[in-house]
């Protein structure tokens, strides 16, 4: 096999072994446990292959290592943009807005189909309200977009979670 060839094998092997682990690791955090376990089997399949074939020679082909060295960097890089497109999980989204904004808010996500809670708080200088929401990770930007269309003066944070029972949004097992 020519050399260029083998490089660029190592380079993508090594990008998907490394996207799938990243994969595997964000599936596991989420409590997946039984998906990562399949995946897992397929990554140490690539990992093994590629390390074996690294290996051979490897003082005398030194490029190997480059290319699997920038294989597992670009493996990184694509796996976390992946994750980040597939947004496995889900969040709770917490929102402190002045009272008469909170009001509206909470009946717009409503009317937008998510459920929340509101409760009564004090700022420094005027009431709050604060608004709690459970939903799955892909809907973040809607959230957002939906709180921008009544205010842009809200606090608003965005925590993952793991999996939760009961309420309005019903997370899946």
């Not at 998906?35 to 990554?43: G, H, P, R, S, W």
């Not at 003082?59 to 994750?83: N, R, W």
Request: hydrophobic share 50%; proline share 2%.
């Amino acid at each position: 096999m020519h050399p260029v060839l083998l490089y660029i094998i190592i380079f993508i092997a090594k990008i998907i072994e490394v996207t799938i682990g990243v994969l595997r690791m964000v599936l596991i955090t989420k409590g997946e446990r039984k998906l990562a376990t399949v995946i897992a089997f397929f990554e140490i399949v690539i990992w093994l292959l590629v390390v074996s074939t690294v290996l051979v020679d490897i003082t005398e082909d030194p490029f190997k290592v480059l290319a699997y060295a920038a294989g597992f960097a670009f493996g990184q890089m694509f796996g976390s943009l992946l994750e980040d497109k597939i947004a496995l999980g889900n969040i709770r989204v917490e929102i402190i807005a002045d009272e008469d904004i909170g009001i509206k808010l909470a009946n717009h996500l409503r009317d937008n189909k998510f459920g929340v809670t509101t409760i009564e708080a004090s700022g420094m200088t005027h009431k709050k309200m604060i608004i709690f929401l459970y939903a799955a990770r892909k809907q973040m930007k809607n959230i957002l977009n939906l709180c921008n269309e009544v205010s842009k003066d809200l606090v608003i944070t965005v925590d993952d979670i793991r999996p939760l029972a009961g309420g309005y949004y019903k997370i899946r097992k």
